[in-house]
């Protein structure tokens, strides 16, 4: 087994946590907790690197990630 240690992004909503994973396209989820979201989301993860491996595909690791917020006066 291989660790892996990528960024993962988590909103609050009014139906709880959305979570995704921005380094594996299309890998995201949703929880009702934060917690929930997080256990989900390292779930969805582990199968998507899963499917990655078993097709030969390589994973993507990000070298820098940064975050920050925007004000936007639209």
Do not use: W
Not at 2 to 12: A, F, N, Q, S
Not at 34 to 60: C, F, K, M, S, T
């Amino acid at each position: 087994m291989k660790t892996y240690t990528l960024p993962i992004v988590v909103e609050k909503d009014e139906d709880g946590y959305f979570v995704e994973c921005p380094s594996l396209q299309g890998c995201y989820t949703q929880g009702a907790t934060y917690e929930q979201a997080i256990e989900n989301i390292r779930d969805a993860i582990r199968l998507h690197i899963l499917d990655r491996v078993e097709a030969g595909e390589e994973i993507p690791i990000p070298e820098m990630v940064s975050v920050t917020t925007l004000e936007i006066v639209a």
